[in-house]
């Protein structure tokens, strides 16, 4: 996981004209989501977790999940990632993490439905259906792992 300190982009952006911003954020958003794949594949690595265990506990059909997984999917969305997490049993500093390394925001807690799942994940509740009623049952969003 090669992602610049912020210090370094800072410096970066130094040199960034405004007609420049777009191919510098398109720079960007390419490193971080080239190394989803990487962070995950780390984690799960080192604590010794069974890729097919994991696939199967996030909910995500599991030929999008490899495809994440092994790099070939770029930009999954934030539901996967959260899924993803969820499945390897990540708290919730490493799951903010894999939201960064994939380009999405953290969970927030002045956002219900991130509340929600906040307090799934300190609970250590791991389970992606027991979570989706959780949420259902505050009339929120469900975590969509399927096309649906």
Same mark, same amino acid.
């Given at each position: 996981?090669?992602? %610049?300190?912020?210090?370094?982009?800072?410096?970066?952006?130094?040199?960034?004209?405004?007609?420049?911003?777009?191919?510098?954020?398109?720079?960007?958003?390419?490193?971080?989501?080239?190394?989803?794949?990487?962070?995950?594949?780390?984690?799960?690595?080192?604590?010794?977790?069974?890729?097919?265990?994991?696939?199967? %506990?996030?909910?995500?059909?599991?030929?999008?999940?490899?495809?994440?997984?092994?790099?070939?999917?770029?930009?999954?969305?934030?539901?996967?990632? #959260?899924?993803?997490?969820?499945?390897?049993?990540?708290?919730? !500093? @490493?799951?903010?993490?894999?939201?960064?390394?994939?380009? @999405?925001?953290?969970?927030?807690?002045? !956002?219900?439905?991130?509340?929600?799942?906040?307090?799934?994940?300190?609970?250590?509740?791991?389970?992606?259906? #027991? #979570?989706?009623?959780?949420?259902?049952? @505050?009339?929120?969003?469900?975590?969509?792992?399927?096309?649906?």
């Amino acid at each position: 996981m090669n992602e %610049k300190p912020t210090y370094e982009l800072d410096k970066i952006l130094n040199d960034v004209s405004p007609e420049q911003f777009e191919q510098y954020n398109k720079s960007i958003n390419e490193e971080s989501n080239s190394n989803v794949s990487e962070y995950f594949n780390s984690y799960i690595a080192m604590n010794n977790l069974e890729l097919s265990d994991v696939i199967k %506990k996030s909910d995500i059909p599991s030929n999008y999940a490899y495809g994440i997984l092994n790099g070939n999917r770029k930009n999954p969305s934030r539901d996967r990632v #959260i899924a993803l997490c969820i499945a390897c049993e990540m708290d919730l !500093v @490493h799951t903010n993490r894999a939201l960064k390394v994939a380009g @999405h925001n953290p969970l927030y807690s002045k !956002v219900s439905r991130d509340a929600a799942i906040i307090i799934m994940i300190n609970r250590e509740e791991y389970n992606i259906r #027991i #979570i989706n009623e959780f949420l259902y049952g @505050h009339n929120l969003d469900i975590l969509k792992t399927f096309n649906n």
